[in-house]
């Protein structure tokens, strides 16, 4: 597996690497969580590039960098960065798997209803629609009546313990690893009102029109998720039109590609990856208008 960062000055100038895999021609697009990285998603990418898969994990827009730059960017442009390396992937790939941790779920099921014929199914981890777990402020439901950036952007809703992760040891292994990428702690950690509104005018864009997806959807959610309540994926899992399978994480919290059953979730990806010709083949392709 390689990192790429070639067009990391298109987005902001954050030189922070895509991380990149030139496998066979089944490839998994990889998308991280909001105001994180692709190294989100990197156990996960790393098993299915070994697996012979191609990937791509891109570095969505405004992030990466600092607190103020996320809050500046839209939905829009984080999205633009999806569809960029979507546009590479499938042009080498015949089938495509497109991926998403927390928010970045939900710029992966726009993409499949944005372009059906050339994303042929999901793997959601913990999606998101709005951060209401049991480690969230008790106050955030208040940027639901806003509709100011600026106004939002007087808000911070900062990271806070556990940070998403379970397992002692691996916490402090993700926190220790942003220490060393030499970025101030706020930029890390920080989060303004302004992304948090971003992310409701993505949720009332998607949300009212999940009913178009028919791809297969793999779902991982974990039953205490500190981020994202487990009635979110089970809400989606009601509202999508193709074959879905909900995976409820009893030992994880919301980075379920880092946390203590990130082996169960790359096991259950390859085998979503196996299954998937013949989810998406008729069994019978003769009594098919």
């Known amino acids: 597996m390689t990192g790429k960062s070639a067009d990391s000055s298109a987005k902001c100038g954050v030189s922070i690497a895509d991380i990149v895999h030139d496998g066979g021609r089944f490839g998994f697009l990889l998308i991280h969580r909001l105001?994180?990285?692709?190294?989100?998603?990197?156990y996960v990418a790393a098993g299915l590039a070994y697996a012979g898969y191609s990937l791509n994990c891109p570095l969505l827009y405004g992030h990466g960098g600092s607190r103020a730059?996320?809050?500046a960017t839209t939905w829009r442009q984080w999205y633009g960065s999806v569809r960029s390396a979507h546009d590479t992937l499938s042009a080498r790939c015949d089938t495509v798997v497109v991926g998403?941790?927390?928010?970045?779920?939900?710029?992966?099921?726009?993409?499949?209803?944005?372009r059906p014929d050339s994303v042929h199914g999901l793997a959601l981890f913990a999606p998101t629609f709005?951060?209401?777990?049991?480690?969230?402020?008790?106050?955030?439901?208040?940027?639901?009546?806003?509709?100011?950036k600026r106004l939002a952007n007087l808000f911070r809703f900062d990271e806070r313990p556990p940070f998403g992760i379970k397992d002692d040891a691996l916490r402090r292994e993700l926190l220790d690893q942003?220490?060393?990428?030499?970025?101030?702690?706020?930029?890390?950690?920080?989060r303004s009102g302004g992304a948090l509104l971003e992310v409701k005018w993505l949720a009332e864009h998607v949300k009212p029109r999940l009913g178009q997806?028919?791809?297969?959807?793999?779902?991982?959610?974990p039953r205490y998720d500190d981020r994202s309540a487990l009635s979110a994926s089970q809400d989606l899992q009601k509202a999508l039109s193709g074959v879905v399978d909900l995976i409820v994480l009893d030992d994880s919290y919301h980075l379920v590609t880092l946390d203590r059953q990130r082996d169960i979730v790359l096991e259950r990806v390859l085998e979503f990856a196996e299954a998937l010709p013949?989810?998406?083949s008729p069994?019978?392709?003769e009594q098919v208008d």
Request: with cysteine; glycine share 16%; aromatic share 6%.
């Open 213 to 221: 997806v028919t791809q297969p959807c793999l779902i991982f959610h």
């Open 178 to 190: 942003h220490t060393r990428d030499g970025r101030p702690v706020d930029d890390v950690l920080g």
């Open 100 to 114: 998403g941790l927390g928010v970045g779920a939900m710029l992966a099921l726009e993409l499949a209803i944005d």
């Open 69 to 71: 730059l996320l809050a």
């Open 278 to 280: 013949e989810l998406i």
């Open 130 to 148: 709005w951060p209401n777990g049991w480690a969230m402020p008790w106050y955030g439901n208040a940027l639901k009546l806003m509709g100011s």
């Open 283 to 285: 069994a019978n392709p």
């Open 35 to 42: 105001g994180g990285r692709p190294a989100d998603v990197g």
